[in-house]
């Protein structure tokens, strides 16, 4: 059975259809990456599974329940949860404190009362500390771990997004661009580091433009284009597809006409 399975998706913003009668599925235990070029719908299509966004039609499915219609967190707790394209870390926080705040979504007290800084227990903040610390030594940078987040290098400031999102103990971890930004040393790193986030039973759904990751590190791959799903296969098909090749020539073509 799918973890996630996507039915029919449209997402319209007035005259703009941005999502258009995508369907796909991603089985258990997979990387699966979504690429396409700028403006294909792929940040729409995270904000419409994670439910910051709803749906104009279609369903989403999650562990065979229906998801689409939910609010964020409650998408969060029932095992999704995400990074974002542009890097979101507190700034006068350390490392480990930017992962325990991606904690307070589970704990009793909840995430408002966390992020008004009211009281967890002395026991559950123990445990709560006790498991980010083991979440930065994963992501190996567990001796940044007191460092203020945003004074971090662009890697690992990555690593710490990657740590929060891993925080609410999620099933599926949803990646928007988590090369953005990064120069090659640091994005091999972030792609080892979500091979071994995999590894460990972790099904992703990465959306990058950096090929060569993609290429690297998933399954399967979904294109989009304009909103609309123009193939889905194994990553060596993807490559020698004939429409797939067209848009990505189309853009390069665009990118030199521009210098
Ligand atoms: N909240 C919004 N209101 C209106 N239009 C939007 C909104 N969000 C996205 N769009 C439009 O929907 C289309 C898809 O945008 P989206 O951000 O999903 O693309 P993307 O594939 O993530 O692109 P990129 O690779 O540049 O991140 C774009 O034309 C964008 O301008
Ligand atoms: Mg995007």
Redesign the pocket.
């Known amino acids: 059975m799918a973890l996630l399975e996507i039915n029919q998706l449209n997402r319209r ?1 007035g005259g ?1 259809q ?1 999502i258009s009668e995508v369907s796909f599925a991603v089985e258990p235990g997979i990387i699966k990456a979504v690429i ?1 070029p ?8 995270f904000n419409l599974i994670a439910g910051s966004l709803p749906p104009s039609s279609g369903t989403i499915r999650f562990r065979n329940e229906v998801i689409s219609g939910l609010q964020p967190f409650q998408i969060a707790r029932r095992g999704i949860s995400r990074t974002y ?1 542009n890097i979101k870390l507190y700034p006068g926080m350390t490392a480990l404190e930017n992962v325990m705040i991606g904690r307070h979504i589970q704990s009793r007290t909840g995430f408002i009362a966390g992020m008004l800084h009211l009281p967890w227990t002395r026991r559950e903040e123990a445990q709560v500390r006790e498991h980010c610390l083991g979440l930065l030594e994963m992501l190996e940078i567990a001796d940044l771990a007191e460092v203020e987040a945003t004074s971090l290098a662009f890697g690992q400031q990555r690593a710490v997004e990657l740590a929060r999102a891993l925080a609410m103990e999620p099933q599926l971890l949803l990646l928007d ?1 988590p090369a953005a930004g990064l120069n090659i040393y640091e994005t091999a790193e972030v792609g080892r580091l979500i091979s071994k986030i995999n590894s460990q039973g972790i099904t992703v759904l990465l ?1 990058e ?1 950096d090929m060569s990751l993609v290429m690297d590190i998933s399954h399967e791959i979904v294109v ?1 284009s304009f909103g609309r799903k123009i193939a889905e296969d194994l990553p060596l098909q993807i490559q020698q597809n004939p429409e797939v090749i067209k848009i990505y020539l189309g853009e390069e073509e665009k990118e030199d006409a521009q210098g």
């Open positions: 913003f703009l941005a396409g700028n403006g294909a719908g792929k940040t729409t299509l394209q661009e959306v433009h989009l």
